[in-house]
Structures are given as structure tokens and as C-alpha cells.
């Protein structure tokens, strides 16, 4: 029966359940030679098509062609359901490339704690709280400490997430505490336990931390730029001082340090100290970003209005994608210009920097929308709506939000509802604009419509403050004071 099987892999599935059920049956037989015979044949079918469309898949995602390998593992998962290893690659891809559903489900089924390999431990992770599973993506870690209690890549996944849930922070602090046992060096571990620290109003235990973390590693310099703004912070300007002195004199060559330092010395009242160290920081480091935005801000401190414009566009350059230094500029141009002027000088930057022309618009639409000029603020967003940008989005949001409340204004309700709903399709986990249709209902006068929606909004987004006081507003405003008065 095995033989007369067509070998093609939609066949596959078929071979190998009559393979595994002959070998079965000859092994209770006590028959070991002849199961072994159809085990061989088994593993061949198995395993040689396997490798090779694993192989593939592996090529593609090198090459990134990711939705070819995921096609590939789906079609492997096809013709091997009980694939666990393939669910995983597959569930793991699909994950990191925005198929968040499958991607879940496939890492959740598959993922043994006890035994599940740590990267894809991460990937279910990272997948569970996209997901808002938080608490789920804990237990599973918590489970898989358990079973691998010196695995510090597992203790500082499971540590890091812990502090962000209040039941699990005491857990946490211990899975970091070890992991930073196991590996002292791991400094960025003493970070998160500094914040953690911090925001339950402890400073001196978070400087302990950071003391720590400085000993260990200067050189972790997100840690000691931490460091430095919290002695600041603190008033503790003698050890700030100390610290910005060993980096001067430690790492006189490296930029990040030099940074640091002249940041602490401006914050330490030493402006022109840290003002010239860092104009030769600009100069002979002209390709980093972050030296020129520092340099910036002492330039707008100092009243330089226009020379830190100019820094600011120059460092925007380097980032055309990030919206914040092109609008830091525009807000320091602002301190000394006019609208018109301002919208005049944004325009020239859009037009002489072709790379920035994209947030150049975004900004001149929010300027627009400001002065309540929907229509001009429209017209400046159509060339970029088939953008994938965040500030693209962001900012046509609050274009149609403004538009939807404008028409309710107006009494054209068929109007705001239209514009809310393509405002809540773009930004579908922003409760502000899911209860603009609430507040449309109530503005028709029909208070028991708004109610149910409000309802609708409760489901989708659960309790909160906003919503119990929209309720409040919508029960009073119907005449039900005592149930507004519960609500509360």
C-alpha cells in the first residue's frame, strides 16, 4: 500500500501516517528489523525535503524575502502539523513582520517553557505584549525561570517585564538581581533597576545602582548619561563634576563621552566651557546628530535663535524620518519670527532640503490646522497619503478630528461621524477619537444612543477614568443624577 503512494508532497501527510502505523504494528510484532526498515524510509521521506525547504526558507530570510519564507514554512507546516520547530521559525517571522495574530497563535501553541529555545521564548514574549497580554507573557516566563534558573537571558526578560506589572515587581527585582549576580557586566541590567527605583520615588536606591553600573562599565554610556542627569537632578553637582572629569580625562577621544560630559558641565552652570567643546565636538565630528542638537540648545539658551535653526535643520538632515529635531527648529525660529514668517522660512527649508520636504508639510499642516485653516492643512497632506509615515498619520488624524468636531458644530452629524470613523480607522487604539461618536449622540439630543455607544467603547477599551466620566456627563444630561452619582 506504502508503495503504490504517489511520492508528491501532497501525498506526503499519507506516507508517512501508513509508515509510522506499519512500523508500529512490526514493533509490537517484536519485528525490529522490518520496522526499522520502514523507520529509514520514514526519516528519508522526512527529512530530505525538510532540510531542503528549510534551507530555502532560511536563504529567503537572509535575502528578505520574508513573505517567500513565510510561504515556505507555512507550506512545511502543511504537510508537517506536528512541526514544532517550524511553527516556531514561522510564528517568530510572522511576529516581526506584521502578521501579529498568526504570529501569536503560532508562538502561544508551540512554546514550552521548560524547553522552548530562549529566542523564541522572546519572539512569544514580544508577541504577547504587541497583543496586550502582558500578564500571560509573564507566567510563561516565570514558568520558564523555573525550569532554567541560570538562563540570564530569561532572568532579564522576565525581570524587565515584571517591573512593569505591580503585582510582579518584587519577582522582578530578584530575576535582575541574579541575572547581574551571574553577569556583572551586563550594566544596562542596573539600569532598569535604577528606573524601577526611581519611579517609586528612590533615589538614593536607583544612584546605588548607578554608582554601581559606572564602577563596572563607564563606557555604557546610555547608563552614565542616566547617571549624570540624576546627581543633577539630586543636587548632588560635587560627584557630577567628579564623573564629568573622568570622562574628560578617561575617554578624551571618544564623542559619546565628550557629549556627556559637556552636557553635565552646561547643566552645572559651566556654559561656555561646555559650549566650546562641543562646537569642536560638531566640527570634527560632523556625521552624529546628537552633538549638534546639545550644541543647539545652548545656542537657543544663549538666544541664538537662528544659529540653532540652522543646527537643528542640519541635524533633521541626518534623520529625515524623525519629525522632532525639524520641529524643535521650527519652535526655536519661532521665538523671534512671525506666522508668516515662520511658514515663509519652513517652506524654503522643505524646498531646499527635498529629503525634509515630507515633515516640512506635516509641520505647515499642523500650523494650518492651528489657525483653522482645514482646508489649506488638507491640501498639504494629500501628497503624502500613501506615505507609511508616523507623522503622516499622526497629523491627518488630527486633521480629520478637528473636521469631525467642525461639522458637528455646524450640525452636519453625518459629517463628523464620517470624518471620526476615518480618524478611528487610522488610529483604531485611540480612545480619545472612539468617543467622538459619543459626543456627536449626545450633541443630536439622543443621549440613550450615546450611552450604548459609550458601552460599545467600554468593551473595546475597558474601564477608565474617561469613559466613567462620560457616562457621568451623559446620565446627568438625561435626567438620571442619582445613576450619574453612582457612575462616578
Given at each position: 500500500?506504502?508503495?503504490a503512494?504517489?511520492?508528491?508532497?501532497?501525498?506526503?501527510p499519507?506516507?508517512?501516517?501508513?509508515?509510522?502505523?506499519?512500523s508500529?504494528v512490526?514493533t509490537e510484532?517484536?519485528?525490529?528489523?522490518?520496522?526499522?526498515?520502514?523507520?529509514?524510509?520514514?526519516?528519508?521521506?522526512?527529512?530530505?525535503g525538510?532540510n531542503?525547504?528549510?534551507?530555502?526558507?532560511?536563504?529567503?530570510?537572509?535575502?528578505?524575502?520574508?513573505?517567500?519564507?513565510k510561504n515556505?514554512?507555512?507550506?512545511m507546516?502543511?504537510?508537517?502539523?506536528?512541526?514544532?520547530?517550524?511553527?516556531?521559525?514561522?510564528?517568530?517571522?510572522?511576529?516581526?513582520?506584521?502578521?501579529?495574530?498568526?504570529?501569536?497563535?503560532?508562538?502561544?501553541?508551540?512554546?514550552?517553557?521548560?524547553?522552548t529555545p530562549?529566542?523564541?521564548?522572546?519572539?512569544?514574549?514580544?508577541?504577547?505584549i504587541?497583543s496586550?497580554?502582558r500578564?500571560e507573557?509573564?507566567?510563561?516566563?516565570?514558568?520558564?525561570?523555573?525550569?532554567?534558573?541560570?538562563?540570564?537571558?530569561?532572568?532579564?526578560?522576565?525581570?524587565?517585564?515584571?517591573?512593569?506589572?505591580?503585582?510582579h515587581?518584587?519577582?522582578?527585582?530578584?530575576?535582575?538581581?541574579?541575572?547581574?549576580s551571574?553577569?556583572?557586566?551586563?550594566?544596562r541590567?542596573?539600569?532598569?533597576?535604577a528606573?524601577?527605583?526611581?519611579?517609586?520615588?528612590?533615589p538614593?536606591?536607583?544612584?546605588g545602582q548607578?554608582?554601581?553600573?559606572?564602577?563596572?562599565?563607564?563606557?555604557?554610556?546610555?547608563?552614565?548619561?542616566?547617571?549624570?542627569n540624576?546627581?543633577?537632578?539630586?543636587?548632588?553637582?560635587a560627584?557630577?563634576?567628579?564623573?564629568?572629569?573622568s570622562?574628560?580625562?578617561?575617554?578624551?577621544?571618544?564623542?559619546?563621552?565628550?557629549?556627556?560630559?559637556s552636557?553635565?558641565?552646561?547643566?552645572?552652570?559651566?556654559?561656555?566651557?561646555?559650549?566650546?567643546?562641543?562646537e569642536?565636538?560638531?566640527?570634527?565630528?560632523?556625521?552624529?546628530q546628537?552633538?549638534?542638537v546639545?550644541l543647539?540648545?545652548?545656542?537657543?539658551?544663549?538666544?541664538?535663535?537662528?544659529?540653532?535653526?540652522?543646527?537643528?535643520?542640519?541635524?533633521?538632515?541626518?534623520t529625515?524620518?524623525?519629525?522632532?529635531?525639524?520641529?524643535?527648529?521650527v519652535?526655536?525660529?519661532?521665538?523671534?519670527?512671525?506666522?508668516?514668517?515662520?511658514?515663509?522660512?519652513?517652506?524654503?527649508?522643505?524646498?531646499?532640503?527635498?529629503?525634509?520636504?515630507?515633515?516640512?508639510d506635516?509641520?505647515?499642516?499642523?500650523?494650518?490646522?492651528?489657525?483653522?485653516d482645514?482646508?489649506?492643512?488638507r491640501?498639504?497632506?494629500?501628497?503624502?497619503?500613501?506615505?507609511d509615515?508616523?507623522?503622516?498619520?499622526?497629523?491627518?488624524v488630527?486633521?480629520?478630528?478637528?473636521?469631525?468636531?467642525?461639522?458637528?458644530?455646524?450640525?452636519?452629524?453625518?459629517?463628523?461621524?464620517?470624518?471620526?470613523?476615518?480618524?478611528?480607522a487610522?488610529?483604531?487604539?485611540?480612545?480619545?477619537?472612539?468617543?467622538?461618536?459619543?459626543?456627536?449622540?449626545?450633541?443630536?439630543?439622543?443621549?440613550?444612543?450615546?450611552?450604548?455607544?459609550?458601552?460599545e467603547?467600554?468593551?473595546?477599551?475597558?474601564?477608565?477614568?474617561?469613559?466613567?466620566?462620560?457616562?457621568?456627563?451623559l446620565?446627568?444630561?438625561?435626567?438620571?443624577?442619582?445613576?450619574?452619582?453612582s457612575?462616578?
Amino acid at each position: 500500500a506504502v508503495g503504490a503512494l504517489p511520492t508528491s508532497d501532497i501525498f506526503l501527510p499519507i506516507r508517512r501516517d501508513l509508515l509510522t502505523a506499519l512500523s508500529r504494528v512490526l514493533t509490537e510484532q517484536g519485528k525490529m528489523t522490518e520496522a526499522q526498515v520502514y523507520n529509514r524510509i520514514l526519516a528519508e521521506n522526512l527529512n530530505t525535503g525538510a532540510n531542503e525547504q528549510g534551507q530555502a526558507a532560511i536563504a529567503a530570510i537572509k535575502e528578505g524575502k520574508f513573505e517567500e519564507a513565510k510561504n515556505i514554512l507555512r507550506d512545511m507546516l502543511k504537510l508537517d502539523p506536528d512541526n514544532e520547530q517550524v511553527a516556531l521559525m514561522l510564528g517568530a517571522l510572522a511576529a516581526g513582520t506584521g502578521d501579529r495574530d498568526e504570529g501569536t497563535r503560532l508562538l502561544t501553541e508551540n512554546v514550552d517553557p521548560e524547553t522552548t529555545p530562549t529566542r523564541f521564548i522572546r519572539a512569544a514574549t514580544m508577541a504577547r505584549i504587541d497583543s496586550g497580554d502582558r500578564e500571560e507573557a509573564v507566567q510563561t516566563l516565570e514558568r520558564a525561570v523555573k525550569a532554567r534558573p541560570n538562563d540570564n537571558e530569561l532572568l532579564a526578560m522576565h525581570g524587565i517585564l515584571a517591573l512593569t506589572l505591580p503585582e510582579h515587581e518584587e519577582a522582578g527585582v530578584a530575576s535582575l538581581s541574579k541575572a547581574i549576580s551571574n553577569e556583572p557586566e551586563r550594566v544596562r541590567l542596573r539600569l532598569a533597576l535604577a528606573q524601577h527605583h526611581l519611579r517609586n520615588d528612590q533615589p538614593e536606591q536607583a544612584l546605588g545602582q548607578l554608582r554601581m553600573a559606572f564602577t563596572t562599565d563607564p563606557s555604557e554610556w546610555n547608563t552614565t548619561g542616566a547617571y549624570l542627569n540624576l546627581l543633577i537632578q539630586q543636587g548632588e553637582t560635587a560627584e557630577a563634576a567628579e564623573i564629568r572629569d573622568s570622562l574628560l580625562n578617561g575617554y578624551p577621544n571618544e564623542p559619546s563621552a565628550v557629549l556627556l560630559a559637556s552636557v553635565a558641565d552646561a547643566q552645572l552652570g559651566n556654559t561656555e566651557d561646555a559650549q566650546k567643546r562641543l562646537e569642536v565636538l560638531v566640527e570634527e565630528n560632523p556625521q552624529l546628530q546628537a552633538p549638534k542638537v546639545a550644541l543647539a540648545n545652548l545656542y537657543a539658551q544663549a538666544g541664538q535663535n537662528e544659529q540653532a535653526a540652522t543646527l537643528l535643520v542640519d541635524a533633521a538632515r541626518m534623520t529625515p524620518n524623525a519629525l522632532q529635531p525639524l520641529q524643535q527648529a521650527v519652535q526655536v525660529y519661532a521665538r523671534d519670527h512671525s506666522g508668516p514668517e515662520i511658514t515663509q522660512w519652513l517652506e524654503t527649508v522643505g524646498r531646499e532640503n527635498p529629503e525634509l520636504s515630507q515633515n516640512a508639510d506635516v509641520l505647515l499642516a499642523l500650523i494650518s490646522i492651528q489657525q483653522g485653516d482645514l482646508a489649506q492643512a488638507r491640501s498639504l497632506l494629500e501628497e503624502w497619503q500613501d506615505s507609511d509615515s508616523v507623522a503622516v498619520n499622526q497629523a491627518t488624524v488630527e486633521l480629520l478630528a478637528v473636521e469631525a468636531r467642525t461639522a458637528a458644530n455646524q450640525a452636519d452629524y453625518a459629517t463628523a461621524r464620517s470624518k471620526a470613523a476615518e480618524a478611528i480607522a487610522l488610529q483604531p487604539d485611540n480612545l480619545n477619537l472612539a468617543l467622538l461618536p459619543v459626543n456627536f449622540a449626545a450633541l443630536e439630543g439622543d443621549n440613550e444612543e450615546a450611552l450604548d455607544i459609550l458601552e460599545e467603547v467600554e468593551t473595546t477599551f475597558g474601564e477608565s477614568s474617561a469613559i466613567v466620566r462620560a457616562r457621568a456627563q451623559l446620565l446627568v444630561r438625561a435626567n438620571r443624577p442619582e445613576e450619574a452619582i453612582s457612575a462616578l
